[in-house]
């Protein structure tokens, strides 16, 4: 390691390397706090918080899964998910049932309630694309820039699982 040299420039530089304003992950903490605010009121009359809709929306891709499936399409702990789940079927959404063929899996199935609140929740996107003020363009462009980061804890646990 070079030692930081004392040149005015230099010291600058470093400090602007070091602004709050300049981290990404402080921009994108921020990002995600803000989302979450302008999802709450457009989710709140279907009933649910933006990690419910989440759930939903992964489950009207597919449904059954199993609870270790769904935890991981979420990128979610089993344990953090199972509350969830809990809440959605106290809500006639979901059903929660083991597994015939293995009664160590927990499934998760949309219930019909939970089928038909997908049709409300079509307006979803299109009312954060209004709120925010962008087009679908600009949302792909923003989730293609977000990839490196969305994908490295997949990236991470399988090269730990390779070693």
């Known amino acids: 390691m070079t030692a930081p040299t004392s040149e005015p420039d230099a010291d600058a ?10 981290q990404v992950c402080f921009a994108l903490v921020r990002a995600a706090r803000n989302i979450v605010a302008i999802y709450r ?16 929306l992964a489950l009207w891709e597919q449904s059954p899964r199993s609870l270790g499936e769904l935890a991981q399409e979420l990128a979610m702990e089993p344990a953090t998910l199972s509350p ?6 106290t809500q006639s959404l979901v059903t929660r049932s083991r597994r015939a063929a293995d ?7 949309l219930t019909q309630e939970g089928r038909e609140l997908r049709q409300q929740a079509f307006r979803v ?3 954060v694309l209004e709120e925010v003020g962008v087009d679908m363009e600009d949302l792909e462009e923003l989730r293609q820039g977000l990839a490196p980061f969305a994908d490295r804890r997949g990236r991470d646990e399988g090269s730990a699982r390779a070693s």
């Open 84 to 89: 969830l789940v809990k809440r959605l079927e």
């Open 103 to 109: 009664e160590r899996v927990l499934e998760i199935a």
């Open 125 to 127: 996107p299109v009312r």
């Open 13 to 22: 530089d470093a400090d602007e390397l070091l602004r709050l304003e300049n």
């Open 41 to 56: 009121p457009i989710l709140e009359p279907l009933g649910l918080t933006h990690p419910q809709y989440l759930v939903m």
